[in-house]
């Protein structure tokens, strides 16, 4: 089941939607061809649990609806009913029927986005940004795609949380994840990895896409904090691979090691880095 999601997640939005328009209208013209001899209930659900799973929920919700109209409809042809009342009647109980269904998905949905969320700052946990990059590796060695990861360490953040208390940390917290989203593109991943240190996926970014993104936003994010009078800085490791053959754990750890580079040379920097499959790290001048 996991695999499936995996590869539902993988899909553009586009052929997600074919597929799943595709096995509504099947399931539709079995229901007609086939009579009122065979009751074709059961099959609805599978567009409705389709769609839930590959865009979301609130999406299955509406399929379900579209699936008791479209029952309705086929009811309408196929059957003749003495009475109106009964074809509004069955319609009622069939949209209870796939309702059902659609709001334990949503419940399911919820709980999973809670499961990978940090509920401070609203960005993914570190155990999903571990699942998240060791897929990053597996395409990468599967299409010869580079990628990026990026380590962020909110400098001196220990005394000013000590010193202005923790609400104000948190604040700080939360501002940071928010601007990082807002600077960075949809497909870039955001997770808070530690107390007051992110970590970055940045997919399909090469060294100079790299050196671009995170340039610009460290030079933004500098900015918002000096406009909101924070004294707060960042020293930053940004380590660009391609097809790498080592384990997410030991990327995280050579760019962490990085980071921490940049904090033992005066914070307030950026550390750049590549990384080949011969174990070799080559250092471009920060």
Not at 19 to 44: I, K, R, W
Not at 267 to 282: D, V
Request: glycine residues 4%; proline residues 3%.
């Amino acid at each position: 089941m996991s695999r499936f999601l995996n590869m539902l997640e993988q899909m553009k939005r586009t052929p997600k939607l074919i597929l799943g328009v595709m096995l509504l209208c099947g399931v539709a013209l079995l229901d007609f061809y086939t009579g009122v001899e065979l009751s074709f209930s059961l099959f609805y659900l599978l567009p409705i649990a389709f769609f839930s799973f590959a865009f979301s929920a609130s999406v299955g919700i509406g399929i379900a609806f579209i699936s008791a109209a479209i029952w309705l409809l086929v009811d309408v042809l196929t059957t003749a009913h003495s009475d109106t009342f009964a074809y509004l009647w069955n319609s009622i109980i069939r949209l209870g029927f796939f309702l059902l269904p659609a709001w334990m998905l949503r419940s399911l949905e919820q709980e999973r986005i809670h499961a990978r969320t940090d509920f401070l700052t609203g960005a993914i946990n570190n155990r999903y940004f571990n699942d998240l990059l060791e897929r990053e590796i597996e395409r990468s060695l599967r299409y010869n795609h580079p990628f990026t990861i990026a380590f962020i360490d909110m400098d001196n953040f220990k005394t000013i949380n000590d010193t202005f208390g923790h609400l104000y940390g948190d604040k700080m917290l939360r501002t940071l994840a928010e601007r990082m989203k807002h600077h960075l593109r949809k497909t870039d991943v955001i997770a808070r990895v530690g107390g007051d240190e992110f970590a970055i996926l940045l997919p399909e970014a090469n060294e100079k896409d790299a050196r671009t993104a995170m340039s610009n936003l460290f030079t933004k994010i500098a900015e918002e904090m000096t406009s909101k009078k924070w004294p707060l800085t960042f020293s930053v490791g940004v380590l660009t691979l391609s097809a790498p053959t080592i384990s997410a754990d030991k990327i995280l750890g050579i760019v962490d090691k990085m980071m921490y580079v940049v904090k033992n040379n005066g914070k307030n920097n950026i550390k750049y880095a590549t990384y080949t499959n011969e174990e070799k790290l080559t250092h471009p001048q920060s």
